[in-house]
């Protein structure tokens, strides 16, 4: 299994979160690839202990190097610093 994090501001209007709604400010992604190709993104405030799974985000990779370009892409649309 094979994991990426990086940092990213999410302002105004920020990020949905399964577990506690909308969360804004200096944040987290972790992106995770489980055995059956099933890449998992996950966020948190940055420093945090706890991961909050990002709304919608999961999906089944068609070929698990796609990893890296897919977690680019999301931390990429991620952050808005601005909103």
Request: charged residues 25%; aromatic residues 6%.
């Amino acid at each position: 299994m094979r994991e990426y994090s990086s940092p990213f501001h999410a302002g105004p209007g920020g990020v949905m979160t399964d577990e506690v709604g909308v969360i804004t400010g200096d944040l987290e992604l972790r992106t995770v690839v489980t055995g059956d190709g099933v890449l998992v993104a996950k966020v948190r405030y940055a420093g945090a202990d706890e991961w909050y799974r990002l709304r919608g985000g999961s999906c089944r990779l068609a070929d698990q190097r796609d990893h890296a370009a897919v977690h680019s892409l999301l931390q990429n649309v991620l952050n808005r610093p601005a909103g």
